[in-house]
């Protein structure tokens, strides 16, 4: 156990996880032991009251990655430890879940130290004027300039030139009323969220293809029973380390792991057949894989005729991908790629999934339909224990871009031009259809015109950092300054919330109730374990509080219940129909998986089993080309330069850089480089260097290991400042999805 004397008026904290590598020891705590709680107050530790001798545990989920880990929040004493000045102690201990099977990692044993650290926000933060420091104001003083502002902007610019800009982490009931508030309390266009970062690839190929986005088709422990899974670009490893357990007991039933990744990482090495392609030839290597499932009479031509169309004109576009010329493109050896077809070939049941890796390229969505029309030709789809998954990221990224803050959607993942379901949400939100705003503009695009003549000058940002997690970061951070007015409601004082003129201080996942939907499309309940500290507030409590002050008479519940059942209503009929999922529901049946549309409706654990969600139940194929990264390395900038996470930080490190063992194994930013790129550039471990791209310069330090190509450089994404990649990145957008090509491209090093 590590004990953490907290900053200023905080309390001894035991956090659950002594260092980067080394879990915790579970059993009593030296508090329990001694029967007390201590607090800090003026720097001196006081005893405030014995503790009483009741365990409380209450049963919730992790807070970071998609996976939503079930967990129990145990704390000593009576329901006055609740309360924000005496959480003396609170533990983790994992919960035997379907999803976790009773595994954390390293974040989720160390997710209450937040809570309890000192180091999160519990006061509204205001700015006089530009160049003015933040300075604690009231609740009413803060609400009230973000309300004056919002009128201000509008009234002189126009409804949208007030955006909002959400996050896929915010709870089903958040992001909900967050699009009721941008459509009806504000009524613009202008609302999107960061899951374009994340998802947005996977999901407008499936949608194509199946027309449904839902990243797993399938519960995770499906996994364990199909006899091959093709992995391409996840790192599960050390992203979400419990579903691991899941790609164990499939190796443990005969199963067979295939990963496509050009980094030797942790989970690359338990596969049984890894392939390293180049970066940015994963559509080449799919068609080509696919050249050979035709050639090698793996085509299941019975299940192409009866469930899908279009498989013509794809046989007739992987003609050109024969192995020798996709070995070219790929860096894949032929040999590798027929004993993938060989297996992929004999096996009855099939899984491909793909995540970040594939998705987030400038031709992420055609790179993900290949691998789906490989998993079409095979006949995997919508069969038991088979199929194509998106493996997604964030906590609630899945049912982030369900319920509407997604600039083209209404909730319920429908089109919001779709007139049936605008008529329907509007109905549930007791206003015209006309007057629900048309489709607003993706992410980067509007994070890209802030402040201009045409993009939004007023902007509301809720649980997100895109001064570091946005492509282009520094052009972003540019934009950011250039606002008339920045409001950020945020649990921490994040890069992005230091710059704003008011910030907000709400409430973590342990201290408010809400629904998650994780990466298998199973909607979740995490359970409100303490209270708040005084001064912080939940978003639903802010959104109602500034929609009275905008004067809009609809309701914004601030009971998450109350919430949720609204959110109910306005998806039934959708796609993402929740209508027959209640918070007791999910409560008894360990979470209950959409489409549910209706009380005795069981869920869908497996979807399209009985057709897919197209007008004629059948898959579309559709033929896709290679074409490569959208900027390729040359003289001036010779490497490929990969960016992705790390096993102790979760997306922009606003959270888990706020936790001391974390920091501690995971201190800083780092360039990983093979062996040979050090000789050459004479590069030694530990050593100061610069990644420089046309857009610029990071500053990282040099890590040397063999895993990774030897034309290929790696920097995660979890640090603001010098040490900020995506200041570096590519921002060239995918022209379907709009999702920015984070993942790739041309750099080169040099020694600082
Ligand atoms: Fe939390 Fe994800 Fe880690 Fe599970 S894998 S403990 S959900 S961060």
């Known amino acids: 156990m590590v004990t953490t004397r907290a900053r200023s008026r905080q309390l001894v904290v035991r956090s659950s996880c002594a260092g980067a590598v080394a879990l915790p020891k579970r059993g009593r705590s030296e508090t329990e032991t001694r029967g007390w709680c201590d607090r800090a107050v003026n720097g001196s530790i006081v005893v405030l009251k014995p503790a009483l001798d009741v365990a409380n545990a209450i049963d919730s989920h992790c ?36 999803t976790n099977q009773g595994g954390l990692c390293h974040k989720g044993w160390t997710a209450a130290d937040l809570l309890t650290n000192g180091r999160r926000l519990t006061q509204p933060l205001m700015r006089r004027g530009r160049g003015e420091p933040l300075l604690p104001c009231s609740w009413d003083d803060a609400l009230d300039r973000i309300a004056s502002a919002i009128k201000e902007t509008q009234e002189t610019h126009g409804r949208d030139a007030v955006g909002v800009f959400g996050g896929g982490g915010l709870t089903n009931e958040k992001t909900y009323l967050l699009g009721k508030f941008a459509r009806v309390a504000l009524r613009t266009a202008m609302i999107d969220y960061n899951g374009r970062f994340c998802m947005s690839s996977a999901a407008t190929a499936a949608q194509r293809a199946f027309g449904l986005d839902r990243g797993l088709p399938f519960p995770v422990q499906d996994i364990a029973h199909t006899e091959v899974v093709l992995l391409v670009g996840a790192n599960l490893a050390e992203t979400m380390p419990p579903i691991m357990r899941h790609f164990t007991a499939l190796r443990a039933n005969g199963g067979q792991l295939v990963v496509v990744d050009p980094r030797r990482t942790p989970t690359a090495q338990q596969a049984d057949l890894h392939l390293q392609p180049s970066p940015g030839s994963d559509l080449a290597l799919a068609n080509g894989l696919l050249h050979l499932v035709v050639e090698q009479g793996h085509v299941d031509a019975e299940f192409v005729r009866n469930r899908t169309v279009g498989f013509d004109d794809v046989r007739g576009a992987v003609r050109a991908y024969w192995p020798e010329r996709v070995e070219r493109l790929t860096g894949v050896p032929v040999s590798a790629m027929r004993k993938t077809v060989e ?56 049912g982030g871009r369900e319920h509407g803050q997604k600039a083209d959607q209404l909730p319920g993942y429908r089109s919001i031009d779709d007139a049936a379901g605008r008529s329907h949400v509007a109905g549930v939100w007791e206003i015209d259809p006309d007057d629900v705003p048309r489709a607003g503009v993706s992410a980067y695009e509007m ?51 230091a710059t704003a003129d008011v910030v907000l201080p709400t409430t973590q996942w342990a201290e408010e109730t809400g629904t998650v939907t994780n990466l298998e499309g199973r909607v979740i309940l995490r359970n409100k374990a303490l209270e708040p500290p005084q001064g912080v507030r939940t978003d639903l409590q802010l959104l109602s509080s500034l929609a009275d002050r905008l004067g809009c008479t609809a309701s914004f519940p601030t009971d998450p219940e109350a919430a949720f059942d609204e959110l109910r209503r306005a998806t039934t009929g959708g796609k993402a129909d929740y209508t027959g999922i209640s918070y007791e529901r999910i409560a008894a049946e360990r979470g209950v998986f959409w489409p549910c549309p209706a009380d005795s409706h069981p869920g869908t654990p497996r979807l399209f089993l009985d057709g897919f969600a197209t007008p004629d139940g059948r898959a579309r194929f559709h033929a896709v080309d290679h074409r490569g990264p959208a900027e390729a390395p040359d003289v ?51 050593a100061d260097v610069q990644v420089v791209t046309r857009r610029g310069t990071v500053a990282v330090v040099a890590r040397i290991c063999a895993s990774i190509r030897d034309d290929t450089i790696f920097v995660p994404f979890h640090w603001g400042g010098a040490g900020r990649v995506n200041s570096v990145t590519n921002p060239a957008l995918d022209p379907d999805s709009r999702m920015p090509e984070f993942k790739v491209c041309a750099a080169r090093l040099e020694l600082a």
């Open 447 to 497: 994070l890209a015109a802030l402040g201009t003549d045409q993009g939004v000058r007023n902007l509301l940002v809720f649980g997100s950092n895109p001064i570091v997690s946005a492509p282009n970061a520094r052009h972003v951070e540019e934009r950011l300054a250039a606002l008339d007015f920045l409001a950020v409601a945020d649990i921490v004082l994040s890069e992005t919330a």
């Open 63 to 98: 807070p970071y990655c998609a996976l939503q880990c079930g967990m129990t929040l145990n704390h000593q004493g009576s329901g006055l430890d609740r309360a924000a000045d005496c959480r003396a102690e609170l533990e983790i201990t994992p919960r035997d879940f379907p």
């Open 343 to 398: 297996l992929l070939g004999a096996a009855r049941s099939v899984m491909v999934l793909t995540a970040r890796g594939v998705e987030q390229h400038a031709t992420g969505t055609d790179t993900v339909s290949a691998f789906i029309n490989l998993a079409l030709a095979l006949g995997q789809c919508g069969r038991p224990f088979s199929g194509y998954g998106a493996i997604t990221g964030q906590g609630n990224g899945q």
């Open 636 to 686: 001036e900038y010779p490497l490929f330069l990969l960016t992705g996470r790390v096993l102790t930080h979760y997306q922009s490190g606003a959270q888990t850089r706020r936790i001391d063992a974390l920091t501690e194994a995971s201190p800083e930013p780092f360039v990983e480089l093979h062996p040979s790129l050090a000789e050459h550039y004479g590069i030694a471990e530990g």
